[in-house]
């Protein structure tokens, strides 16, 4: 049982210990100087729950996978001017990979996480679907985890809305996790201050990545950036110019090293072009089928067709979309069934 020290684990904890015998984990993923204490804190209420219900906890450490994984992959896209997600990258190599193989040494033969989604099967194919609770929905963070890994796993909060699993809690006495408040931020980053976390983790980065030109979509010259990493597409604030008009980002030009201004009609696309592609619930599609397609997490489902294109995939919108950034992911669904995904590779 992955365990957090929060809510979600926890409740899936007291679901699963009505059917299984339980052996809890934690793992300390990535130290920082500020996040120490966090860190020992997350630990400690896992344990505490762990003890409670009656079950052993381990501490799994994998700082060492971590960094050498998802945060430098962090660092590389950004490097790159893209904009990683890096629970994508965490989720199949750390959440799975290392917890599986962990679960092999304590001879588990399933690994249970919080997460809100679900798991389904056709034609022997193993892929998410999503969780019932449309806002909680986590299922677009998931579509790299293979076929192998979902065949033993369990969800246990896929079919729960976030109000039932705080009532669960607090009927098993535990009202203080009712109230603890969740955090979005990125684990690694607990300011949510990516910027400042590159220049720690990069010391040359203001060499690498110096100051240059902001110019508009006909490449006439606005002003001076101070570096692409400080930039993301459709980004508005912080631009440090004023053209009378909301002004975004729409582009950057890491060739020539340029950050692109225009405006909100200038943020819309209708193609983009896929690499990395993972297939769930089928091993492949046909040229020009169409699937709902979401490009960012909070974004919704937008129908678009796909077309192969060597190993990598274009998606044509039925409409246009919003700020298509490279490095993020863009997840296919047909209903609610999970088919596959990839990272956006250039517009």
Not at 9 to 28: C, E, K, P
Not at 131 to 158: E, I
Request: net charge negative; with cysteine.
């Amino acid at each position: 049982m992955a365990m957090s020290g929060g809510i979600d684990s926890s409740v899936a904890a007291i679901l699963l210990q009505q059917q299984y015998d339980l052996v809890g984990v934690t793992f300390r993923n990535f130290d920082l100087p500020c996040q120490t204490d966090s860190s020992e804190d997350v630990v400690e209420s896992a344990r505490q729950l762990a003890d409670k219900l009656g079950f052993e906890h381990h501490v799994l450490d994998v700082r060492q996978q971590f960094r050498e994984t998802v945060v430098q992959n962090f660092i590389d896209e950004y490097m790159r001017c893209r904009t990683p997600n890096p629970c994508v990258m965490c989720n199949p190599i750390i959440k799975w990979g290392e917890l599986l193989r962990f679960a092999d040494t304590m001879h588990c033969e399933l690994l249970a996480t919080g997460h809100y989604a679900q798991i389904a099967c056709l034609n022997d194919r193993y892929f998410i679907q999503k969780g019932k609770d449309a806002l909680k929905d986590q299922s677009y963070f998931l579509w790299r985890v293979k076929d192998d890994y979902l065949r033993r796993t369990l969800f246990p909060l896929g079919g729960l809305t976030k109000q039932k699993v705080r009532e669960i809690a607090a009927e098993h006495g535990f009202v203080m996790l009712t109230e603890k408040k969740e955090s979005e931020e990125i684990c690694f980053i607990p300011d949510n201050n990516y910027r400042n976390f590159l220049k720690e983790q990069v010391p040359d980065l203001d060499e690498r990545m110096r100051p240059g030109k902001m110019v508009d979509t006909e490449g006439k010259f606005l002003g001076k950036h101070t570096g692409l990493y400080n930039y993301t597409i459709g980004q508005r604030k912080g631009l440090g110019i004023a053209l009378g008009v909301p002004a975004y980002v729409v582009a950057l030009d890491a060739e020539r090293n340029r950050v692109v201004i225009g405006y909100k009609d200038d943020l819309q696309g209708k193609e983009l072009l896929l690499e990395d592609i993972h297939m769930m619930k089928y091993p492949d599609f046909e040229d020009g089928q169409q699937f709902d397609c979401r490009i960012r997490y909070r974004s919704k489902g937008v129908p678009a067709q796909l077309y192969h294109e060597g190993d990598k995939v274009r998606v044509v919108f039925a409409e246009a979309v919003e700020s298509i950034t490279p490095g993020q992911s863009t997840v296919f669904y047909e209903g609610d069934d999970l088919v596959g995904g990839g990272l956006i590779c250039i517009p």
